[in-house]
């Protein structure tokens, strides 16, 4: 199985950035899908959290700004990210809960993206 999240860079304050993450692989399904954001110096924390069947949940500090989506069709999750502020400066990382084909279940981290919110 293997995550390839793209869409981060570089946005001034008060810009917007989509991050999207596709699993592929021996997947016979998704089931919780995540976004953590780690800071330089800080700890690797939950952003944004969404069920296979659509419900959602978020960090406060992304409460009102931050919408996390997702397609089951392609295994991919989304993460649209508005009114950027410097303190979401972060590398994000997408995070699944998979049952492959086999019947194993696991979990899974994608490589990270940067994120860089600066004037």
């Known amino acids: 199985v293997q995550l390839q999240a793209s869409g981060g860079g570089l946005v001034q304050p008060g810009g917007s950035l989509r991050l999207s993450c596709a699993a592929s692989g021996s997947i016979f399904s998704v089931n919780a899908m995540d976004w953590y954001r780690q800071a330089p110096g800080k700890q690797r924390d939950l952003v944004a959290t969404?069920?296979?069947?659509?419900?959602?949940d978020y960090a406060d500090s992304v409460k009102g700004r931050f919408t996390i989506s997702r397609d089951n069709a392609k295994n991919t999750v989304y993460l649209q990210m508005d009114s950027l502020k410097p303190e979401d400066t972060a590398v994000y990382y997408c995070?699944?809960?998979?049952?492959?084909?086999?019947?194993?279940?696991?979990?899974?981290w994608g490589q990270g993206t940067q994120v860089t919110v600066s004037s």
């Open positions: 969404i069920t296979r069947g659509g419900s959602t």
């Open positions: 995070h699944v809960y998979i049952i492959k084909i086999s019947g194993t279940k696991a979990d899974y």
